[in-house]
């Protein structure tokens, strides 16, 4: 069979391709806010250090004078550490902020894809043959969905609302035989959840699965229009 259409799927993962960019910003994001926190305390413990000195060197003074205002050069050196101090604050604050930047700049999922565990779906209502569905999550930076696990076969099947979908499975047939089956990213079958007598390969041409309403999958002719696809793909958080 030609698996010329998903093969170029081979060399991409399920991860964004910007993901690890984002983990780099956020990383260097978290390294500025370290070092600003590092200065914060580094000029809170001078400025507690000078308060010190100024107290001790007021205690030297004779009551009489106590209330004699401080020294131009104590009064200079706490104005310099304040000063010092409100540039640390305002540098934590924008490290802080970047970091925030940085969290909200996660892609929320678009309008009407649904967001599950990093990734977003997309439930179609219109029909299609499974080269078309394809296609369709394809033209939205997506696949058809890649069930990895339980828990995300789970979610799907709480979503269906009755319909059937296109899974991006396909089988990888030789000699008319059926060999096994791989998802659209070329990464072969490991969990499933096939329908109770599924696959069955009808008539020796169901390279193609679709989960039912139920959420259990099926085998069926690449070509059926009777069902719709989900698509995915990473929501980039
Ligand atoms: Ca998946
Ligand atoms: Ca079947």
Redesign the pocket.
């Known amino acids: 069979m030609d698996t010329s259409e998903y093969r170029k799927w081979g060399d991409q993962s399920e991860e964004a391709p910007g993901g690890s960019a984002t983990q780099v910003q956020l990383q260097s994001a978290r390294t500025e806010l370290g070092e600003a926190q590092a200065k914060l305390i580094e000029q809170e413990s001078a400025l507690k250090e000078l308060r010190e000195r100024s107290v001790a060197f007021l205690l030297t003074l004779t009551p009489g004078i106590i209330s004699t205002p401080l020294t131009p050069a104590v009064t200079k050196g706490l104005a310099e550490a304040g000063r010092d101090r409100e540039d640390v604050r305002s540098e934590l604050f924008r490290a802080l902020e970047a970091v925030r930047f940085q969290n909200s700049s996660c892609q929320p999922c678009p309008k009407s894809w649904l967001p599950y565990q990093g990734s977003c779906y997309f439930f179609s209502v219109p029909k299609a043959a499974w080269e078309e569905a394809q296609r369709h999550c394809a033209g939205a930076g997506a696949h058809l969905v890649i069930v990895g696990d339980l828990e995300e076969q789970v979610f799907l099947t709480r979503n269906t609302r009755g319909r059937g979908y296109w899974l991006g499975l396909r089988a990888v047939r030789r000699a008319r035989k059926i060999q096994s089956y791989q998802w659209v990213d070329g990464v072969p079958l490991s969990f499933s959840h096939w329908?109770q007598?599924?696959?069955?390969?009808?008539l020796g041409r169901?390279d193609c699965v679709m989960m039912l309403h139920t959420g259990l999958w099926?085998?069926?002719p690449c070509d059926n229009e009777r069902d719709g696809w989900i698509c995915e793909k990473r929501s980039g958080c």
């Open positions: 329908n007598g599924e696959p069955n390969d009808s169901e099926n085998d069926a």
